[in-house]
């Protein structure tokens, strides 16, 4: 696998909305190697959500070219940018959606269920997967048994179970407390020693402050892009063996 898992080329995104043409993103060019862990900022209307749906194979560019893993996958079509996202990407939201009649258990292995794995298979790695979020006490529960930095640790395991080469995270801890988050930050930190990428799209600078490279974007360009002193995220002590 090339050392660049991300590399986007002058890639252009237009919307038309009624009449009126929209560039969401304007040209923007940048790399992203295996195991960073990149945080992308930016105020509403800026072009970060358009440039993490492209990155996360959910919508195509104008133009420009976009390549993942030494692949280009720019004009694929719908089918094959699912397959992608379904073999390739894992996804953490703000808002967990998880089902709320279906245990943690079954919530993780909802993806290799896609995946087309036997019930033995699914369920051995959703347990690993819950097993290694400090979550294997808690696999039988419902959402709604859970607090909300547990459920958060729950779609990390799901992202996780299908052995990601790139985790998307879009604003992760915007439901969570100051401590939680930090606990999900050091998940997030623990990823890049696996090799796995994690691409976060946060409007807070104390959670950016955990990655250890910072893309700003305005106007649909990037306005700056620097690599930092990651800080060290504290994991509670029942994390401590993730």
């Given amino acids: 696998m090339p050392r660049e898992l991300i590399e986007l080329e002058q890639v252009v995104k237009n919307y038309h909305m009624g009449d009126v043409l929209v560039q969401a993103l304007a040209g923007v060019s940048l790399k992203i190697s295996s195991g ?3 945080a992308i900022m930016g105020s509403s209307g800026s072009g970060k959500s358009t ?3 492209l990155v996360g194979c959910l919508d195509r560019p104008t133009s420009g070219r976009y390549f993942l893993g030494g692949n280009e996958v720019s004009q694929l079509s719908r089918d094959q940018l699912a397959e992608i996202r379904n073999r390739q990407l894992g996804f953490v939201f703000q808002n967990f959606n998880l089902l709320a009649r279906t245990s943690a258990l079954e919530n993780v292995e909802l ?3 896609y995946q087309g794995l ?4 699914r369920a051995e790695r959703a347990r690993a997967a819950l097993e290694r979020v400090a979550l294997g006490d808690r696999m039988d529960h419902l959402p ?3 607090s909300g930095g547990q459920q958060q640790r729950v779609a990390i395991a799901r992202a996780l179970v299908g052995e990601p080469k790139l985790i998307l995270a ?10 939680t988050s930090v606990d999900v930050m050091a998940l997030f930190q623990s990823l ?6 994690v691409v976060l ?9 955990f990655a250890s490279r910072v893309i700003e974007v305005r106007d649909g360009r990037v306005l700056v892009d620097r690599k930092q002193q990651a800080q060290r995220a504290q994991q509670a002590e029942s994390l401590s063996a993730t």
């Fill in 36 to 38: 960073e862990f990149v």
């Fill in 51 to 53: 440039l993490m749906n």
């Fill in 111 to 113: 993806p290799l269920l």
């Fill in 118 to 121: 036997p019930t033995n298979q």
């Fill in 144 to 146: 709604n048994q859970l």
């Fill in 170 to 179: 879009d604003e992760p801890t915007g439901n969570l407390d100051s401590k």
């Fill in 192 to 197: 890049g020693k696996n090799g796995i990428t």
């Fill in 201 to 209: 799209v946060t409007h807070e600078s104390d959670i950016a402050a």
